[in-house]
């Protein structure tokens, strides 16, 4: 008798272990075929990008950003158009990839990259030659792109030029701990350094630069681990250094790492930058044609300095300095032209939420929606800002107007709120809705979030 003449009897006579048995094998096939198929979905973008780039013999350059980074809008409009970005495209394959997305939160993952906007190029094997992190001027970019893609190798093949004192050595040393810096793993930096020949690392030490880059690692891994003492220890040596529009960085990497220690403690640390930090503001924001890219790190870093150093009033006066900075830039605070440039547009509406201006920030909120209608950000950012000061009935139509427009995790966020602002409002059965379509569409994803947004309920 063959197996399809079976008689249904017979096949309902098996043990029930095995009926078990098969059910959890069928369940079990039917979970590795959705992660295969998921794997592919996440894996498609780059292997598609490495494929054109063999065909081409090409560097492929991975573009990470996100519907919310300010970075992202200044590289937009200053960076990333004109003839340099159309030669670029020809030399190389531009993959771009949304963190919101899972492919984008997937590849952040792998490739370790921790700051928007961030560019990470490889060669056609996929292999790293090395990336840049955050906004960039044009006049930065493009030549930190073409020696990145011009490498002979990749980041391996980079450290291997370090072996001796000699001054193309050091210049490698440099570009290594820069990388390690940019991927934030100062932990690989600090293995990589006990490995070198004791001559070649008493060279790179001695090395102003390559002394320096040494010195931001320590305070990345200081403040990555909340040590107050080693930060303490290590900022001066970063601080004195020469950094540039970086010194918004690690000025604020310190003070965040300080803040639980006494005021008097954090003056003596950090009052020396008040001047410094006036300086860069004075020659590379408050002018003409700013010389920083991220000129909002520039004034928050400022304004948060003030703060620890317990000066309100210049923490005020800095943030009133930005506000009409910017007013100034998109036509005047009576005729904003907020199309004119996101980046500008963005930082005033941290500026006023940071000055306590909430009539303004509200009254900013449906201009910069009416500016921007294409994505969910500003509808959710007001709509949230609203659950968050206890206005539910208010929060709520914006909440729903940005939820059609949101996608990947921010899909979640925007549920999150809109389940919390029904809830507050005594509408359980809409809220528990809400959770349930968001869970569906966002499949396997984001589980961090997918908690958040249960808890809500």
């Known amino acids: 008798m063959s197996a399809s003449s079976t008689p249904t009897s017979r096949r309902r006579a098996l043990p029930p272990i095995f009926r078990r048995c098969s059910r959890a094998l069928a369940a079990a096939l039917l979970l590795a075929v959705a992660a295969a198929a998921q794997g592919d979905e996440l894996s498609a973008p780059i292997d598609e990008a490495l494929a054109a780039a063999k065909q081409r013999s090409v560097p492929v350059i991975v573009d990470f950003y996100a519907p919310w980074c300010y970075s992202c809008y200044f590289m937009a409009k200053n960076v990333k158009n004109g003839p340099e970005w159309q030669r670029l495209q020809k030399q190389a ?10 492919a984008g939160a ?66 490698a040393g440099r570009e290594v701990l820069a990388t390690f810096a940019a991927r934030r793993d100062a ?40 040590d107050a003492a080693a930060c303490t220890a290590v900022a001066p040596a970063v601080l004195n250094g020469a950094l540039g529009c970086d010194r918004a960085y690690e000025l604020g990497r310190a003070l965040e790492c300080t803040a639980g220690l006494p005021v008097a403690q954090r003056r003596s640390l950090f009052a020396g930058q008040v001047p410094v930090m006036r300086q860069l503001l004075d020659r590379q924001v408050f002018v003409p044609k700013p010389g920083c890219a991220d000129a909002r790190s520039l004034v928050t870093t400022a304004a948060d300095l003030s703060k620890a150093l317990g000066d309100d009033k210049a923490e005020a006066a800095l943030l009133d300095r930005a506000i009409a900075d910017i007013e100034r830039r998109l036509g005047g605070a009576s005729k904003l032209d907020l199309k004119r440039d996101r980046n500008l547009a963005d930082n005033l509406r941290l500026y006023l939420e940071r000055a306590g201006r909430i009539e303004a920030l509200d009254a900013l909120y449906p201009q910069l929606i009416a500016a921007y209608p294409d994505d969910y950000v500003y509808a959710f950012r007001h709509g949230r800002n609203l659950v968050e000061r206890g206005e539910f009935a208010r929060a709520l139509p914006w909440l729903e107007q940005a939820a059609p427009k949101a996608y990947g995790v921010n899909r979640l966020n925007v549920a999150r709120y809109r389940a919390e602002a029904l809830r507050k409002l005594g509408r359980d059965d809409d809220a528990k809705q809400v959770v349930a379509d968001a869970l569906k569409a966002n499949g396997p994803f984001f589980p961090d979030e997918v908690a958040k947004l249960k808890a809500t309920l």
């Open 187 to 226: 932990a690989g930096a600090e293995a990589w350094l006990d490995g070198l020949a004791p001559a070649t690392r008493q060279a790179l030490d001695a090395d102003p630069a390559g002394s320096l880059w040494q010195s931001r690692l320590a305070l990345q891994a200081a403040a990555g681990a909340s």
């Open 106 to 171: 997937h590849w952040m993952k792998q490739f370790a990259a921790r700051g928007l906007p961030s560019y990470v190029v490889l060669d056609a094997g996929g292999r790293e030659l090395g990336r840049i992190s955050l906004e960039r001027t044009r006049a930065q970019f493009y030549p930190e792109i073409a020696a990145i893609s011009a490498r002979g190798g990749d980041f391996e093949a980079l450290k291997a030029r370090v072996h001796d004192g000699s001054p193309a050595s050091r210049a």
């Open 93 to 102: 394959v531009i993959v771009s990839l949304d963190a919101d997305s899972p």
